[in-house]
C-alpha cells in the first residue's frame, strides 16, 4: 500500500511539473512571465483587409454575389443589409482560403446525389462550386432572354430567379441549382453573423439587431436577468467597433 501511494504521488507531482512548463512558456511567449495575462500583451488576430479589393471572384463573379446577397438580407428600417455588412467580402475571403479549397473535407468519389441529410455532396470544392454556378446562371438569364446577367435584372426579377434556383427549378449546365442555392444562402448567414475579423458582420450590423453580446469575455452578471435589454455594446475578437474603426 505505502508504494502505492509513493507511486501515486511521483507521478501527480511529475504531472504538475510538465504541465507547468508550457504555462510558463506560454506567458513568456505573449510578452509577460506572470499570469493572469495582462490586456494587450498578446498577440493580436490579423483581420480582414475590406480595401484590398476581391481575392477570389472577378468583378462579373462579385457582381452577381453582391446582387444576390442584397436580396437575401436587404437593407431596410432595421439596419443594413448583407451588402453593407462586408458579407460579399467575407465570401470572397472564405472561397480563396481552405475553406474554397476544401482542404478539410473528404473530396474523393463516389459521386452519387445524396440525401438531404449527407451534407456537401459534390465532386467540385466550394470555390469551385461557386465559378462554375454563376457562369451557369449568368448563361441561363441570357438563354431565357431575361438579360445578360443576373446581376443586371431588376430587384422583383432576382427574387422570383432566386426562388425558382431555392426549388431547383432552373436548368444549370452541371449544377445541382437548389445545393447552390442552399450553399449560398448558408454563407450569407455566416457572413452576416460572423465575427468582423472575417471581414463581414460590418460594425457588428448583425449582432446589433439581435442584440448579441459578441466575444466579451464574462457575461455573468447578465445571466439571469431574462427579458431585460443587454445594455452593452457587442465585442468583436479585435474589440469594439469605436475601438478599430479607422
Known amino acids: 500500500m505505502d508504494e502505492q501511494r509513493l507511486s501515486r504521488r511521483r507521478l501527480l507531482t511529475a ?46 463573379e462579385a457582381a452577381f454575389i453582391a446582387a ?22 467575407f465570401i470572397d475571403r472564405q472561397l480563396a482560403g481552405a475553406y474554397g479549397r476544401g482542404e478539410r473535407w473528404y473530396m474523393q468519389g463516389p459521386w452519387s446525389p445524396g440525401t438531404p441529410t449527407q451534407g456537401y455532396q459534390t465532386r467540385l470544392t466550394p470555390a469551385g462550386l461557386y465559378r462554375a454556378a454563376i457562369r451557369a446562371i449568368d448563361a441561363a438569364v441570357v438563354r431565357e432572354s431575361r438579360g445578360v446577367s443576373f446581376a443586371r435584372l431588376a430587384a422583383n426579377d432576382q427574387d422570383a430567379f432566386l426562388q425558382r434556383l431555392e426549388k431547383g427549378d432552373v436548368a444549370l449546365d452541371g449544377i445541382d441549382a437548389k445545393a447552390f442555392f442552399a450553399q449560398l444562402l448558408q454563407n450569407t448567414l455566416e457572413g452576416f453573423w460572423s465575427d468582423p475579423i472575417y471581414g463581414g458582420n460590418k460594425d457588428m450590423a448583425g449582432w446589433k439587431l439581435i442584440g ?13 436577468k431574462h427579458g ?12 469594439r467597433v469605436e475601438w478599430i474603426r479607422n
Open 15 to 60: 504531472g504538475a511539473a510538465i504541465t507547468a512548463v508550457p504555462v510558463a512558456a506560454a506567458a513568456a511567449a505573449l510578452g509577460g512571465g506572470d499570469v493572469p495575462f495582462k490586456e494587450g500583451q498578446a498577440n493580436a488576430p490579423s483581420a480582414v483587409d475590406n480595401a484590398s479589393g476581391w481575392t477570389w471572384f472577378t468583378d462579373v
Open 212 to 224: 448579441f453580446p459578441g466575444a466579451r469575455y464574462d457575461n455573468t452578471e447578465f445571466v439571469g
Open 228 to 239: 431585460d435589454k443587454y445594455p452593452l455594446p457587442p465585442v468583436g475578437i479585435k474589440g
Open 68 to 89: 444576390a446577397v442584397a436580396r437575401l438580407i436587404p437593407a431596410d428600417d432595421l439596419g443594413p443589409g448583407a451588402v453593407e455588412a462586408g458579407v460579399p467580402t
